[in-house]
């Protein structure tokens, strides 16, 4: 096992200011390996942990494109989206969704300090075998990172819920209107926008670093490759009526709102939203390891079967205190499950269920309810019983293995 730790390109924030940042040919890993785990958190220029009633940490992803030889580097600050270009091409997941939605092999937000990600034996997430890469092109590695700096603003869950008012935005970052009911989400807090602080409070700036610690091993025989797959509690897929009964097209919205159980803000701890969407798989495979991704009021996800029982569940872990890791009303880690190998096969046109569950007492903006998998197309041949037989030939002793 090989380990290491690298560092993005530095992200200056000020207080209320927000960075959403995208640092292509990022440090890597080279060579044919296979990932056994990705994690990272917010690091200070000192290289201490930052803790998220400072910066929230929205989300970082860690996303695979392929670049032509030769190319001129991406400007850190344009999307994915240019990745379209003939130049460079998408090397994103086995996911449903399509426009490269949800395309990441990694990420998380503020959960990543206390979220297991490790890729159980004899499997690993394979990369930089020289078979798949298209002609003229060389594998690199882009990360997108979103964190929102909270100190002195006038109301932190309103800030990292990316409320519009607190950002007294009304346009995207295309400078596109926003429509009348569109109270928060991504399109309110993007590069460069200001949440309202509090009067007289004096914005400090600061540098940020995603540092993000990568294990690995060389790729060989012994390894066995797995996929990964995203699910989007927001996918609009509905299934075709036409005799195929088959429908690719899979829009998925990423980010909802969630309204308050009570419009007069009486509310108890029963008020529940609960939004469930099915889907049917399109490919087989084994479940190895799966965990879901939720906002703060976050209270757990879950994939079924179409009969109702659980494969895999995922709930949220809130800090309770002030240091780093632990914080106060924070989701500060989300389990994860580890399914015994053979025994968790999704079949091909399988419809599998995810349901997403936030507490609705107060209104929640620019919530998301994803759920990602890890599915190995083989499973390890069993061992042979170790049944050891003493033998006698020719004044020889052997020790057959039968």
């Not at 994103?92 to 998380?108: A, H, K, L, P």
């Not at 970052?173 to 509090?198: I, M, V």
Request: aromatic letters at 10%; charged letters at 25%.
């Amino acid at each position: 096992m090989k380990t290491a730790d690298f560092l993005t390109p530095k992200i200056v924030l000020g207080s209320g200011s927000v960075a959403n940042r995208y640092f292509y040919n990022v440090d890597f890993p080279r060579g044919h390996i296979a990932l056994k785990s990705l994690n990272a958190e917010l690091v200070d220029g000192g290289g201490n942990p930052v803790p998220l009633y400072e910066t929230y940490l929205h989300h970082w992803v860690v996303i695979k494109y392929y670049a032509r030889i030769g190319a001129g580097e991406i400007s850190e600050l344009v999307d994915n989206l240019s990745l379209n270009s003939s130049d460079y091409i998408s090397g994103r997941n086995d996911g449903i969704c399509q426009d490269d939605v949800n395309g990441q092999f990694f990420g998380s937000g503020s959960e990543t300090r206390k979220t297991e990600t490790r890729v159980p034996d004899p499997y690993g997430i394979e990369f930089g075998n020289p078979a798949d890469l298209p002609s003229g092109f060389e594998e690199k590695w882009l990360i997108n990172v979103h964190a929102i700096d909270t100190r002195g603003v006038v109301d932190k869950l309103g800030c990292t819920e990316c409320r519009c008012d607190l950002y007294n935005v009304t346009k995207d970052e295309h400078g596109r209107p926003l429509s009348a009911d569109y109270n928060g989400g991504f399109s309110c807090c993007y590069e460069g926008t200001q949440c309202r602080l509090k009067q007289g409070y004096e914005s400090i700036k600061r540098n940020v670093y995603l540092k993000y610690t990568v294990k690995w091993v060389d790729m060989d025989t012994s390894i066995l490759p797995v996929r990964i797959y995203i699910f989007d509690i927001t996918d609009l897929w509905k299934r075709t009526s036409d005799s195929t009964g088959i429908n690719f097209e899979h829009d998925c919205k990423v980010e909802y709102e969630i309204e308050p159980c009570n419009a007069t803000g009486w509310a108890h701890e029963g008020c529940i939203d609960t939004k469930r969407v099915s889907l049917d798989m399109p490919f087989s495979g084994y479940l190895l390891y799966g965990y879901g991704h939720q906002h703060a009021g976050g209270t757990g996800s879950a994939l079924y079967r179409e009969d109702g029982r659980v494969m895999c569940s995922s709930k949220p872990i809130y800090g309770k205190g002030e240091e780093v890791g632990n914080e106060a009303g924070y989701i500060v880690g989300i389990s994860s499950c580890y399914p015994k190998p053979g025994t968790m096969k999704i079949s091909k046109g399988e419809t599998l269920i995810l349901e997403s569950n936030y507490s609705n007492i107060r209104r929640h903006t620019g919530v998301m309810g994803l759920f990602s998998i890890f599915v190995a197309d083989q499973l390890p041949k069993p061992m042979p019983d170790l049944d050891i037989v003493a033998q006698k030939q020719e004044g020889v002793s052997f020790l057959s293995m039968v």
